[in-house]
């Protein structure tokens, strides 16, 4: 299909580690067919092996210290790499004004352009902040109240398809976004926070200029797809899709059977296909450039959760990567003080 020009000052960007990279290449491949002369970023929240060489790639790189992120190191280390990746997502949209551009849409890796963005893009030209609702109707089926409440917990927005237009309330917005994510972007839907997506439920209070698009063929994916022609869909959402297990829609519930999706279900074939043309088989295993301490030990979760809980009296360890001294971080949570 054709490409369709968009204005120069739009952007598009996502968010990736070593283990995501063929995501990466999917999407932007699937972009630059839609169109071809809208520039894509990808930041890079990690560092990779030597032989893995990103100039030829179709998009353009950044990395975490070109964002002014404050106390990187305490931010990686306080962060896995999928929590780095959503907490950082501010910083790269107000990055990507300051480079310039007026329009920048965020799109999830593990998303698909089927059809030109046009009408999203356009949305994104038009307004100060667009965010794209998980649901555009009541649910119907007997598990309709379960699947509402789930949306509730985890938020009427959806984290991974949004847009930001050049202007002082987009700017209040993303710091006070980049604000709340310092202390407040783990997930635990139960306690009604999942990431960086609850705080989007207060942006049509807090900004006057939010555009809420409601198209049926944007953003299709596993929490509205029973209600979905994924057929005339132009961005498809494959979250929680893993190909290394085909016949799982996502990994978040065991509602969809991949037998029961119809036509949906060739996507999923596709997009496998099109990830091991990516190179997914060799990326998905790389380690996680921030997953250790200096000395190669490895850093669990648990030890970022008990790192984090510390708050600003973290900062006497300095660099919480570096092993060396009786005041570092490592001996802290080794308990050997």
């Given amino acids: 299909m054709s490409g369709h020009p968009i204005t120069s000052d739009i952007a598009i960007g996502t968010i990736v580690a070593g283990n995501f990279l063929a995501s990466a290449r999917v999407l932007v491949r699937s972009i630059r067919t839609q169109h071809p002369d809208v520039p894509v970023f990808v930041l890079l929240v990690d560092e990779l092996p030597a032989h893995i060489d990103l100039s030829a790639e179709l998009f353009q790189v950044v990395r975490l210290h070109e964002l002014g992120i404050p106390q990187l190191d305490r931010f990686l280390f306080s962060h896995t790499r999928t929590e780095a990746a959503i907490a950082a997502k501010p910083y790269l949209l107000a990055h990507l004004l300051d480079r310039g551009f007026r329009h920048v849409l965020f799109l999830d890796p593990d998303t698909l352009a089927l059809g030109p963005l046009t009408p999203l893009l356009q949305h994104v030209a038009d307004h100060a902040v667009t965010l794209v609702p998980h649901l555009l109707q009541p649910l119907a089926g007997p598990d309709r109240a379960a699947r509402e409440l789930n949306i509730l917990l985890s938020g009427t927005f959806n984290g991974g398809c949004l847009g930001i237009s050049r202007s002082p309330a987009a700017r209040h917005f993303l ?160 308990g050997r003080r």
């Avoid at 997930?187 to 705080?199: I, Y």
């Avoid at 979905?228 to 085909?246: Q, V």
């Fill in 175 to 334: 710091t006070w976004w980049q604000q709340r994510l310092q202390r407040h972007w783990w997930s635990d839907v139960p306690a009604g926070l999942h990431h960086d997506q609850r705080w989007l439920d207060l942006v049509p209070v807090f900004v006057e200029d939010v555009g809420i698009f409601r198209d049926p063929g944007c953003n299709v994916a596993h929490w509205n797809l029973p209600e979905r022609d994924a057929t005339a869909c132009y961005l498809f959402h494959f979250s929680g899709f893993d190909p290394a297990t085909p016949d799982v829609v996502t990994c978040y519930n065991t509602r969809l059977a991949m037998h029961t999706l119809g036509p949906a279900a060739e996507l999923f074939v596709r997009y496998a296909r099109l990830l091991h043309e990516a190179g997914h088989r060799d990326t998905c295993v790389l380690p996680y450039a921030w997953g250790t301490f200096d000395n190669g030990a490895p850093i669990t979760d648990a030890m970022r959760r008990r790192y984090r809980a510390l708050g600003d009296t973290a900062a006497r360890f300095g660099n919480p990567f570096v092993t060396s001294g009786s005041d570092s971080a490592i001996a802290w949570l080794g």
